[in-house]
């Protein structure tokens, strides 16, 4: 998490996701912010995440290996995952899964 | 000076024999741990130490970073309370141990927050009792694809599927109205086969039923050489989509009339003496629309849709994502060993961060400006 001020200030000033917060050895594959509010989403092969400023939730996702994509719809109702599920005694399959996010 | 004896060239002989079995022995020794015993060791570390003991070590990893922080004294024994270890009070161990298995009850904090004087202190504290929860509901098993949000002032979010998507491979994309989704795939179930196609296809899908709307098809001359995308973009406007190409070629298509429109075939890049094509790795529309900027293993081009012409924006390679903010006003871009920020399209204040040598940040793949454009999130491998 850069700070784009700091950033063209020519500043080095980050904070990052630390290990405890973040599982270690987690590869992100791609990231998205929900629109309008400070909810990140991160598809990782660890699985998909979404992160607030403090907290991060991993989402236990039947089947799902590696989350590759991810996209949130601009009115932020929708979020979609493409990523790896497995299949008992098949290969794997890539598909995309769409939910709606309630807010509560 | 007099030739040595037989006996005493033989002893030199054994001694030098005893030597070399010595330097032979010891190298074989160190191979053998090198090579043998610490493949042996890890394997055995992991079935010694199950996943929940290595996270307990990266917490302790976490929890070295605030350990120079004033820990007040009613927080520390608090902490030491929840506890169940013997560990000294306020020890790495003991928090390690609580970032892990344990969460932090919400009335435990109630007489914390009261102590602590600083704001400083009360955001740290916060972040932490985030950070402890998240990671015991990570503990917690299978939550069949629900999960709620902790204490935040972001509220809580459900999620509920809705649609499952097959024959997808990515990358994929929300059209700017929300009523359409993009997704690279193949051919969906039902579909009439089309001859040599092999995975080009683009599925648009219809926002919020989830009904197939159309298939976007490449020509029949550029089915063979649309395989997999690797990245994918719509306009301002919505009315165009950019689809990058492994292979080397942006596909642009009219929304309007579910039409192919054109395509910016990238020269070929020369390596020790061998043509290679340019590999399209992100594709993002400027955001007055009329222009397309596509990163490559080489360098970043600049397609302009009037005049039709490509040209060379940066000579840098190797970027994975491109991104604009959300005001347009600044372009990122992002590659394993360095962030470049620079005001669009001037390219003035441009600011490129080495990531070289700072493992926290290598090889980083993904990068999203936040909603208010303060914030750029950089995903990479966490160490």
Do not use: C
């Not at chain 1, 236990?60 to 929708?78: C, M, N, Q």
């Not at chain 2, 102590?115 to 504290?125: A, F, G, H, S």
């Not at chain 2, 359409?180 to 599925?203: C, D, F, K, S, T």
């Amino acid at each position: 998490m850069w700070d784009v001020r700091a950033l063209l200030e020519g500043q080095k000033r980050y904070s990052y996701v630390v290990p405890g917060e973040f599982s270690a050895g987690v590869k992100v594959f791609d990231l998205a912010y929900f629109p309008k509010e400070d909810r990140l989403a991160i598809a990782s092969d660890q699985g998909f995440y979404t992160r607030v400023p403090g907290r991060i939730t991993h989402w236990t996702i039947e089947g799902l290996k590696e989350a590759w994509h991810v996209g949130i719809s601009p009115d932020g109702r929708f979020m979609a995952v493409i990523g790896n599920f497995e299949r008992r005694g098949l290969r794997a399959e890539t598909k995309a899964v769409v939910w709606e996010v309630l807010r509560k | 000076m007099p030739a040595p004896a037989a006996a005493t060239r033989r002893w030199f002989a054994a001694v030098g024999a005893l030597l070399a079995a010595g330097v032979l022995a010891f190298g074989a020794v160190v191979a053998y741990y090198r090579f043998i015993w610490e493949e042996k060791y890890k394997e055995g570390r992991d079935k010694l130490f199950p996943v929940a003991e290595r996270r307990l070590r990266d917490g302790a990893r976490w929890l070295r970073l605030v350990r120079g922080y004033p820990l007040d004294s009613e927080v520390a024994l608090r902490l030491f309370e929840i506890d169940a270890l013997d560990a000294p009070l306020g020890s790495e161990a003991a928090l390690a141990r609580l970032a892990v298995v344990g969460s932090v009850p919400e009335q435990l904090w109630e007489p914390v927050k009261a102590t602590l004087e600083q704001k400083e202190l009360l955001r740290r504290y916060s972040e932490m009792a985030g950070a402890i929860s998240g990671a015991a509901e990570q503990q917690q098993g299978p939550q069949h694809g629900a999960a709620t949000g902790g204490a935040s002032a972001v509220p809580k979010i459900e999620l509920t599927r809705v649609a499952t998507i097959r024959r997808v491979r990515g990358p994929m994309s929300f059209s700017p109205d929300g009523q359409r989704l993009a997704i690279v795939g193949h051919l969906p179930e039902g579909a009439a086969p089309r001859p040599h196609m092999r995975g080009g296809v683009i599925q648009m899908w219809r926002v919020p039923e989830f009904k197939l709307d159309t298939l976007l098809v490449p020509p029949p001359e550029l089915i063979l050489s649309r395989k997999a995308a690797r990245s994918i973009a719509f306009s301002p406007d919505g009315r165009l989509l950019a689809v990058g190409w492994e292979g080397g070629f942006v596909d642009l298509w009219d929304m309007a009339e579910g039409q192919w429109t054109r395509t910016l075939d990238l020269p070929l890049a020369t390596i020790r003496g061998h043509p290679v094509p340019l590999e399209v790795t992100s594709v993002a529309f400027s955001p007055d629309g009329r222009r397309v900027v596509v990163a490559t293993w080489r360098d970043v081009w600049l397609w302009d849709l009037e005049s039709r012409e490509a040209s060379t924006m940066l000579n840098k390679g190797g970027i994975d994502k491109l991104a604009f903010s959300p005001n347009g006003a600044l372009f990122g871009a992002i590659d394993e060993r360095w962030l470049l920020v620079a005001e669009w399209p001037t390219g003035k204040a441009t600011r490129v961060t080495g990531f070289l040598g700072d493992t926290r940040f290598a090889p980083a793949y993904a990068l999203a400006f936040s909603p208010d454009g303060s914030t750029l999130a950089t995903g990479s491998v966490v160490p």
